[in-house]
């Protein structure tokens, strides 16, 4: 179990395998976020229908609501939200810093109010891996501190706490069918990330996560960072870039050497009207799209590509009907998975390298909103 | 086209098929409500899925937003939502009647101001009839005057003058490929009703709806009213009981011989946490589900409960995610098109008389809220 094999590299991209209990990952692969044990608005159909594989839920979450013990006697979290493929859990402790109010970490562990009903709760590393052996995920994560990038004198302080509780994620992990990846920090420091890559690729983690990106850094220093980080990992364990990111991210990232992703973005984009298209992104909320005959996307293969036009789409945001929600989700992360899929045709033909400038230019303008 | 064939009859009720440019018509039949060319937070394919034959759409919503013209210009509503099956569109009298603050009749129609953004707008039945032709459904209604029915002394001018739009609706009507119902009024005074269903049954309409009821009446006064309508009707044309409704009403109006039903009643509890079920309403916050791992009903066959536990869907709803509107409206529906498709098979099978007291003591339950 959790074998990993790549089968074909072009430059630093890899494409691999990644063995678990619930069925074979390709690799680089991109996770759709289901925070509360759902992807929003979407059923486990349409998630298949889009080819998702990975799917991510958020231990902070599930722990508050309902409750890890009530998701493990339910089955855990697979069976609960029905999703037959494999899952992967964080370890709450980017949603600790990022979500709750208040806080106070100590060598132990984090306590921290709830940002449902303003409860007092603690985590620690061993209160983490339990609440994730609870929810069931095939992949999950060591507790780590994700510090504010900017904070470069606390950023040495955490990393170094990261360690120790990467170290006290893996005593404290018991179930065999779960892969428990490490976590890298260090912030933007070149010094300190080698360090912390070094250290986590030490230890018997079976892949490793780099954490602490895309939370207020530039897009140089992002890839500065995974110059420095993904050289140090072992060739044989896949690498997860956690919370990241936009198709740029997921190209460069790929090109530095990343297996696995996942964003919020694509579905928090829907809710907001925006969708991921080859002539830019788009809000589909604006006027011009009234009486558009088209698809959101002309090139794409998604349920709604195939079904719906752009009139439709428009009306029913207008109208305020969630399906439109659900329509663009499910194209917008289609977009994304469906990009992961021409990714790994490309390292497997070894053109992938070459076409990244290419792919790069053409997601470009799916950064900025366009209206028309 | 438009022909209607009952196969079998038991009682006064009746099963048929109904032939539609889109489609035949296995009768009785409930069809979804699509109020704005969706039956909200769902796909076609869940449509489909719990086997819905016929949805309808509400003129007053669909000529406000997005406008008919539009929608005629996206190839009509069926193109428009993508619903390939049946269709019926009322004549938004009775939206006008009931969402409009300002309203003004007079002989020649209706001016109202819109609820969306307080516009001024006027409807005849010659602009009803040009409205629903641009939208384009199989089945269209005459514009009507739904009037209160406790105030008697207006019903009578009210139904007179519905009975004169009739007329007007019927000049107006142009597409072959549109079957145009009349409307039978007269609130719930049994003279008046006579006198409404012999002026309508006598015009060349291809199907007759009942209106007016289930608007503040009591079930007897409903009963009643059905009681001397329907044997009035001609035996060879659907009868359609407009905005009808719990299941106990679509038992009581198959036994008195009705053929057509919709209500926006079982997407608009989904939406409210309640669900039919064989144990009775069920409001699916309640705590008592938290745990609870049998599907919403045990005896369903929708995609919601061969799929996921109460527990699940409690969560949904706690954690506020649509998705529990989906998955409630899904089941909300299948239970009442299975309850039509019993009810065919109790008609065919010279049964459902006989069955009928036992199915409105079996649905009684759910008229009520059940919450443990």
Redesign the interface.
Known sequence: MFEFNITSTNGRARMGVFSTPHGELQTPVFAPVGT???V??????HLKGINASLVLSNTY?LYL??GDE?VR???GLHN???WPNPMLTDSGGFQVFSLSNIRKIDEDGVTFKSHIDGSMHRFTPERSIQIQENLGADIIMAFDECADPNDRAYIKKAMERTHRWAVRSLEAHRRSDQALFGIVQGGVDPNLRAQSAEFIASLPFPGIAIGGLSVGETKDEMHQTLDVVTPLLPENKPRYLMGVGTPEDLINGVLRGVDIFDCVLPTRLARHHAAFSSEGRLNLMNATF??D?RPIDESCDC?TCC???R??I???I??K???A???ISIHNLRALIRLMEEIRVAVKDGSFTEKAPGLLAQWDNNAKRKTS
């Open positions: 509360q044990a759902t929003k608005t979407l059923t486990p159909e979450h609501r309902p009530l006697d339910m089955g609960f939200m029905q009234a009486r005959p349920y079904t719906f036009t009139a439709y428009r009306h029913l207008a109208a009907e969630y399906l929600g659900t329509l």
